[in-house]
């Protein structure tokens, strides 16, 4: 007999959390909200958002059993619906077999060697920012730094994985983007509120946007059709992957693993190296220290794949700058069965919210955690050992990022490429914030100063 059976009621500890619904303090704030939840009531806090049960859960070994020990029982679920509007039904929203079939056929693509081969595309995407950069320099323009960041990030990801530069239609798809960055979150909005079917501004956009990613991406697969890329690439493996039946997959779902990937990639990368250009401009000591390294290793050369593992500063830089952003901040999950996490009892048809936001922002995880300070990833300065889900920036378990290594290819690349080439200065009176939606993006957009480094 399990102590399960001999006493269910003792394993029913409730987890502490505030009383009443926490929509409107979580809609208003939701950054101070899940880190002044985590300071104090602990790692697992029961709270209610309208009418649903969530534990907000930052305590690393229950983020480790939900990610890892436990994952069946954790599902995509009643938080996703807005997703699919977007996404499609792909494979961040879908789980189980349906899950397996769509990840394995990208998987191939994000395998170390092929990355590598692919990764001149990084380089040559920020040459070309850089370039646009110095000749802002010269005439002594600042530069949108967000804009820029985010047409390089687009130009990276179609052509690593699609065969395609999608940058000439950045101008469409970046707000395109953004507005699925918000829209996909279950909010109180009366516009999110009214049925699909009520014709109102909100959905007039919506449908804008969604229109937007749709054909610029079908236009992707219309020239793969065509055999107008030669190369192999995620959309001709979509196309030639077969069901259970042997039938092609339909073009919806072909479309909706490439909306995926494209959403789920390319802004998440563009934020991050946003957020460590940011916090280089701020951090004086630090942007002289990457200059040091950079001409020792690279002598003026253009940085590549093999370079990184010499480059530890620019690593611990870069793992510091997820540490602080997280670009994927938090993300739900619904309960499948009863479970104990941390103690608490979690009831089957709750959800939980992964925060790795208040995870890596803990005060009784990380020392002086509002501070950027590359040192805590050295090791020779680690403060302490650390629980490995203290800091997971790419979640865990099978449902860790597909493009993790891509992305920390790219955010390295393009920050060596910028350290080495300008010096970058945040222009003064326009203080960042944070717009934690979907993704954790720095606004209003960033604008910089950029000075040549030899100058
Ligand atoms: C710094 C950049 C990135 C960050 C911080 C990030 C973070 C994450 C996190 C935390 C998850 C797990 C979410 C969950 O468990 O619910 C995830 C999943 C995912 N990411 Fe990323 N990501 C980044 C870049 C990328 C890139 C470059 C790609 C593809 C080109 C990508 C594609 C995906 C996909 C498709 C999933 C869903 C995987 C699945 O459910 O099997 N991400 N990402």
Redesign the pocket.
């Known amino acids: 007999m399990t102590v399960h059976e001999e006493n269910p009621v003792a394993e029913q500890v409730i987890a502490p959390g505030p009383s009443g619904s926490q929509l409107r303090r979580f809609d208003r704030d939701a950054i101070g909200f899940v880190t002044g939840l985590e300071q104090e009531y602990g790692g697992v806090v029961r709270i209610s958002l309208g009418p649903f049960v969530v534990h907000l859960v930052s305590d690393p070994a229950a983020v480790k059993h939900i990610?890892q020990d436990n994952a069946k029982n954790y599902v995509r679920g009643k938080f996703y619906g807005n997703f699919d509007l977007f996404f499609g039904r792909g494979?961040?929203t879908t789980d189980g077999a349906e899950?397996r079939e769509r990840?394995q056929v990208s998987q191939p693509f994000f395998h170390k060697p092929r990355l590598v081969e692919k990764s001149p595309a990084i380089t040559e995407c920020a040459s070309d920012l850089v370039d646009q950069w110095e000749a802002a320099a010269d005439r002594g323009d600042p530069v949108d730094v967000t804009d820029g960041v985010m047409t390089l990030a687009m130009g990276v990801?179609g052509k690593m994985?699609l065969g395609v530069d999608l940058r000439p239609h950045s101008a469409e798809l970046q707000p395109a983007t953004l507005f699925a960055m918000q829209a996909v979150l279950r909010s109180g909005s009366v516009s999110q509120l009214l049925p699909r079917w009520v014709p109102t501004r909100y959905r007039r956009t919506s449908t804008a946007h969604r229109a937007t990613l749709d054909r610029v991406l079908d236009d992707v697969v219309e020239r793969h059709v065509r055999g107008e890329v030669q190369e192999h690439t995620v959309v001709s493996a979509l196309l030639a992957a077969r069901d259970e039946h042997g039938a092609p997959w339909p073009r919806e779902a072909v479309l909706a693993e490439l909306k995926?990937?494209f959403l789920?990639?390319?802004e998440?990368?563009g934020c991050?190296i946003v957020w460590t250009l940011h916090a280089i401009s701020q951090h004086p000591e630090v942007r002289r220290g990457l200059e040091a390294e950079l001409a020792t290793v690279l002598g003026g050369r253009t940085p590549t794949v093999e370079d990184l593992p010499a480059l530890d500063h620019l690593r611990h830089v870069v793992a510091e700058s997820?540490r602080l952003y997280?670009?994927?901040w938090s993300?739900p999950r619904d309960v499948v069965a009863d479970d104990t996490i941390g103690g608490y009892h979690v009831p089957a048809g709750s959800s939980v919210l992964l925060s790795?936001y208040a995870t890596q922002h803990s005060r009784s995880l990380w020392e002086n955690p509002e501070a950027f300070d590359p040192r805590r990833f050295c090791p020779a300065h680690q403060d302490g050992d650390r629980p490995k889900y203290a800091y997971y920036?790419?979640?865990g378990g099978a449902?860790?990022?597909?493009?993790?290594e891509?992305?920390l290819m790219?955010?390295q690349l393009v920050v060596a490429t910028v350290v080495q080439r300008v010096r970058m200065d945040l222009t003064p009176g326009r203080p960042t914030g944070i717009w934690p939606k979907a993704s954790l993006r720095p606004v209003p957009n960033v604008l910089m100063t950029a000075t040549r480094v030899s100058s």
């Open positions: 990610l494979m961040l899950w990840r990801f994985f995926t990937l789920a990639g390319h998440t990368t991050s997820l997280p670009a994927v993300y790795s920036p790419f979640g449902r860790k990022c597909i493009g993790f891509a992305a790219e955010v």
